[in-house]
């Protein structure tokens, strides 16, 4: 059963008061609580970090500094923790895609488990997700971001919008755009 | 006379001649690249989601995607890459990355210096805390007595 909008903003209250209660501990020494909001939030971002780069051993690292980076000003959280360390996330990620300019991403180092019927139907989504990464590479970082968050994470349009401190219509229009390019990009092979 | 007779209405004589669609007055088109009226929204940039995009937000279903021109194979393709998608949305953060962060974590940055620090006092210590402060009361006292 989903949730109404009222209900899913009490709950969020209820998480953002806790966090702040994990806060208010690490900072007073308790090195120990931050690891509640690791476990807590570290899917979400590790999911982001992995669809923006393309390799689990990047997208690891890119955790690990930005949960670093969060432990050091973590008396600078203003409001949810969540929000705050997701920007952290999303920045490193499109800092590294600045500075690598890669022409590919590398999913074929990945070793994630197949669950295809046969072998064929595996060689086909393999190259669809090489492909699927060339052309994710070849869109802006802000689009790529965009289709990320809605494709990749599954969350709704207004909670990331919240988290990006955008509009629901800027949010689509993105992600609009990105879909149109990763169209372009691969209907002539796939379509 | 009979009415064919009759003088056709002028569009200015102000008799019914919204009746006759050949004497609809439509308002002029602006000239090309001159200012739009206030009232008049430019087509152009009003964002219209494809039909695509509609089934892709949830908003439109599957079989209306496909009607829009070329819409099967992008349906197709876009299947494709939803399944791919959803092998992302089921990636979780290996275990060993909670432990990694933690031992990374620099150990002194919220460590508050020893007086500063609170004190946990357990019975024992207490008694014995009592005990040094009685002991250390009688010896100022023999020391002022003398």
Redesign the interface.
């Known amino acids: 059963m989903a949730l109404g909008p009222r209900v899913t903003a009490i709950v969020q209250l209820d998480q953002t008061e806790l966090d702040q209660e994990i806060i208010r501990r ?4 308790s ?2 609580a ?2 509640i909001l ?2 807590r939030y ?2 979400p ?3 982001h970090a ?2 923006m780069t393309g390799s ?1 051993d990047v997208a ?1 690292d890119i ?2 500094a930005s ?2 980076k969060a ?2 000003h ?1 008396n600078e959280v203003r409001g949810r923790f969540d929000a705050w360390v997701f920007r952290i996330v999303a920045n490193a990620c499109k800092d590294w895609l600045k500075n690598i300019r890669r022409t590919h991403v590398s999913y074929e180092e990945d070793d ?1 488990p197949s ?1 295809y019927a046969t072998p064929d139907e595996e060689l086909d ?1 393999n190259e ?2 090489t492909d ?1 990464g060339h052309a994710l590479s070849a869109l802006p970082p802000s689009l790529r971001e965009a289709f990320v968050m809605k ?4 969350t709704s ?1 207004e909670e990331k919008a919240d988290l990006l401190s955008t509009t629901v219509g800027a949010l ?2 993105r ?2 755009r990105a ?2 390019s ?2 372009e990009l ?2 002539e092979k ?2 | 006379m009979t009415p064919d007779d009759l003088p056709a209405p002028s569009p200015s004589d102000g008799r019914e001649s919204h009746l006759r669609p050949e004497f609809d007055v439509h308002p002029p088109a602006p000239p090309a690249n001159g200012p739009l009226a206030d009232r008049e929204v430019p087509i152009s940039a009003v964002h219209s989601p494809s039909l695509l995009n509609q089934w892709l937000d949830g908003d439109a279903s599957m079989k209306a995607a496909q009607s829009e021109h070329g819409g099967g194979d992008a349906v197709d393709l876009w299947n494709k890459i939803n399944d791919e998608a959803e092998v992302l949305r089921s990636r979780t953060t290996p275990l060993y990355v909670h432990k990694r962060i933690m031992d990374a974590l620099p150990s002194d940055t919220y460590k508050k210096p020893w007086y500063r620090r609170g004190v946990a006092m357990t019975p024992v210590a207490l008694i014995a805390a009592a005990a040094a402060l009685v002991a250390a009361g009688v010896i100022i006292a023999r020391l002022a007595v003398r």
């Open positions: 690490v900072l007073d020494g090195r120990d931050f690891e690791i476990v570290s899917d971002l590790y999911r992995l669809g689990p690891e955790l690990q949960f670093i432990y050091q973590l994630q669950s989504r669809l997700r699927l494709h990749g994470e599954g349009y689509k229009m992600v609009h879909r149109e990763l169209q691969l209907e796939y379509a």
